[in-house]
């Protein structure tokens, strides 16, 4: 989807968008709200070149991974990457996830061949386009806080906090939140 403008990806329901385009600041929105929980941002890098070494930005802690469908295993999340490149009979690679830091997703990278402010990853990053995806990401992940391992969340407490690193202990539990696993995925939407 990286071909389509920016008002063009704007356009799209908040699932495509978040899959296609915008899925760096969704990941940011759910990072800032559970950063102070033990959860960092991540990426998954799909071969050498740096347009693909972050095909997909969201949060993790151990093997729990959010993004906008909701919270998943992330080695499950690397499995269905696999399996749509099978099923669509498009050349297998090797994805692996690492992580990323917050201010990396939205540095203007100079050495990038794309119209408009992006990152070194080809993310977009103009103010118009990151300010529309905040808005959204916010209403869909107050929407249903649940689905963002944010369940024993207060309502109040979804706003984010200027201070990630600070926030109140877990008050010694020591839960795993939800594992969903999601049914067939276009992950090769989240290219952008």
Known sequence: ????????????????????GGCHVFAD????RLSSKGFVLRCI???????FQACHVYIAKGDT??????????????ADLVEFRRKNNYPLTEYKAFPCEQKSLFEVCKNVDEPGPHNCWYHRIGDHFVQECRRRARRLITSAPERY??????IRDLTPKSDAKGGASQGGRDEKPPVRRT???DFMKDVN
């Open 1 to 20: 989807m990286d071909s389509l403008s920016e008002q063009e990806l704007l356009a799209l329901s908040d699932q495509e968008l978040f899959r296609g």
């Open 29 to 32: 929105e759910l990072y800032q």
């Open 45 to 51: 890098a799909q071969g050498p070149h740096r347009r």
């Open 65 to 78: 991974a959010v993004d906008c469908q909701g919270t998943r295993t992330e080695s499950g999340m690397l």
């Open 149 to 154: 391992c944010l369940a024993e969340v207060k």
């Open 183 to 185: 049914g067939e995925i």
